[in-house]
C-alpha cells in the first residue's frame, strides 16, 4: 500500500466553518508500515490573516484570548499571519493544499466538525471545490474513541499548536491505536 491516507491540521482564530485560518498543516501516511516508518511527504503554509478576512473568515474573541495563553512558539504563527513575507493568500494557500491531496487520498482530521468543515468553507470563499472526495473523509476522534486508553498511547509532540507538528503527531497516534485494535484503516 502507498502513501494513500493525509491527515490535516489547523491551526485557527474560531472553532466555527468560516474561522480564519492561520495555517496548515498536512503529511501523507501509510498506516500499514511500522510507526517509526508511516509518515511520508508533509505540507505546511501560513495563510494571511489580512486576507482570509477579505474573504470574509471570521475570528472569535475567545480563539484569540485563548491563543495569547498558548507559549511563544505556539504564538509565533499570529504574527506569521501578519507579515506579508511570511503568509500565502487564501487562494494560494488552498491551491497549494490541493496540488498536496489527491482526490483519491482518504483525508484524516481530529474531529468531523472541525478542521475539513473549515476547509469547506474556506475552498467555498475562494470559489473552489475540496481536493478530496467527500466519502474519503475520515475521523481520527472517532478511532480514539475506539480504544479505551487511547489518550495514554499518544506519541510526544514536538510543539504542540503547530499544524504541521500536530498533523504529524495525530497521524502516528492513529496508527498506534488502529494497529492496538486490529484495524486495517
Excluded at 38 to 61: I, M, N, P, W
Excluded at 93 to 121: C, E, R, T, Y
Excluded at 145 to 170: R, S
Aim: some cysteine; glycine content about 4%; charged content about 20%.
Amino acid at each position: 500500500m502507498a502513501f494513500d491516507h493525509v491527515m490535516v491540521d489547523l491551526e485557527t482564530l474560531g472553532t466555527l466553518p468560516g474561522s480564519v485560518i492561520l495555517s496548515i498543516g498536512a503529511v501523507l501516511f501509510d498506516p500499514t508500515k511500522p510507526v517509526e516508518e508511516c509518515l511520508g511527504k508533509e505540507f505546511y503554509c501560513v495563510v494571511s490573516r489580512k486576507d482570509s478576512l477579505a474573504h470574509g473568515l471570521t475570528t472569535s474573541q475567545d480563539t484569540l484570548d485563548w491563543w495569547m495563553k498558548q507559549p511563544p512558539e505556539a504564538r509565533q504563527v499570529l504574527a506569521d499571519a501578519r507579515s506579508d513575507e511570511k503568509a500565502d493568500t487564501l487562494q494560494d494557500a488552498l491551491g497549494m493544499l490541493s496540488q498536496f491531496i489527491l482526490p483519491s487520498h482518504k483525508v484524516w482530521s481530529n474531529g468531523a466538525n472541525f478542521d475539513q468543515p473549515l476547509l469547506d468553507v474556506a475552498y467555498s470563499k475562494i470559489e473552489q471545490s475540496i481536493p478530496w472526495k467527500y466519502y474519503n473523509s475520515r475521523c481520527h476522534r472517532t478511532i480514539m474513541g475506539l480504544h479505551p486508553n487511547a489518550k495514554a498511547l499518544m506519541p510526544k509532540n514536538t510543539c504542540a499548536h503547530n499544524a504541521l507538528e500536530d498533523a504529524k503527531t495525530q497521524a502516528k497516534h492513529l496508527v498506534i491505536v488502529a494497529n492496538a485494535l486490529g484495524l486495517k484503516l
